[in-house]
């Protein structure tokens, strides 16, 4: 079985600040994806990033950044100097390689970002 | 090709009623998914197709709803004698393959709310 964390259910921040968004995974598989969606207002699930297992590089784009720790089964995830636009759901996600969990991903329950003016 | 498309946008039916959504996926896309979103929950997975042929199906997907591919390129799901517990918002996302290297693209999906 997988699952996927998020225990921050919202979050407030003001513009400019950074806020770092958590996800735990658990899953039996050694080989696995993790992704992070952004769903704004209108519905639409927005892909971020995808990362494999195997790979623990940090990932930077830009204001955003990921930080992948194997051994707390966590994918973290940044957002430096928030700006409004950025007010979205934010869902972490897991597939992994194994009959029935290869073809379909696992979200967490979201967390809300709200940035201020 | 802009995305993945989904019609109707917002659907409100009675209990009882048949209702029909479609899901026009991006075109060299040959994998096809549907989830179902319930308010304040994450995407949940209900099934998964390989051109026409559908491979999985979640034990959300009872004998009420129905998913079909018949030509390899869009792809509908039926829902029959809806009941309030199917009211959500129902996702339909594509990839080039299996492993989405490049993440899964989603519709913008169709509410529907049964009353």
């Known amino acids: 079985a997988q699952k996927v964390t998020q225990a921050q259910t919202e979050i407030s921040v003001v513009e400019k600040e950074d806020v770092t968004l958590d996800c735990v995974y658990e899953?039996?598989?050694?080989?696995?994806?993790l992704f992070w969606y952004k769903q704004p207002p209108s519905g639409e699930l927005v892909f971020l990033i995808r990362r494999n297992s195997f790979d623990e590089q940090n990932e930077i784009s830009g204001r955003y950044s990921w930080n992948f720790q194997k051994s707390t089964s966590s994918f973290n995830f940044t957002i430096t100097a928030s700006q409004v636009v950025d007010s979205a759901v934010y869902f972490c996600?897991?597939?992994?390689?194994?009959?029935?969990?290869?073809?379909?991903?696992?979200f967490g329950s979201g967390t809300q970002l709200t940035v201020l003016p | 090709d802009t995305g993945v498309s989904q019609n109707p946008r917002h659907k409100i039916t009675k209990r009882g009623q048949n209702v029909t959504f479609r899901c026009d996926p991006i075109?060299?896309?040959?994998?096809l998914y549907w989830y179902r979103q319930t308010l304040g929950q994450g995407p949940e997975f209900l099934t998964y197709?390989?051109?026409?042929?559908?491979?999985?199906k979640s034990r959300l997907l009872s004998d009420r709803f129905s998913a079909e591919r018949p030509k390899g390129s869009f792809s509908t799901l039926e829902i029959q004698r809806t009941e309030q517990g199917d009211s959500a918002m129902y996702l339909c996302a594509s990839s080039l393959d299996v492993g989405a290297r490049g993440g899964y693209t989603f519709g913008s999906g169709t509410r529907l709310t049964v009353v």
């Open positions: 899953t039996r598989d050694t080989t696995y994806y």
């Open positions: 996600a897991l597939r992994g390689r194994s009959s029935g969990s290869a073809r379909q991903l696992t």
């Open positions: 075109s060299e896309h040959n994998r």
């Open positions: 197709f390989q051109n026409e042929a559908q491979l999985e």
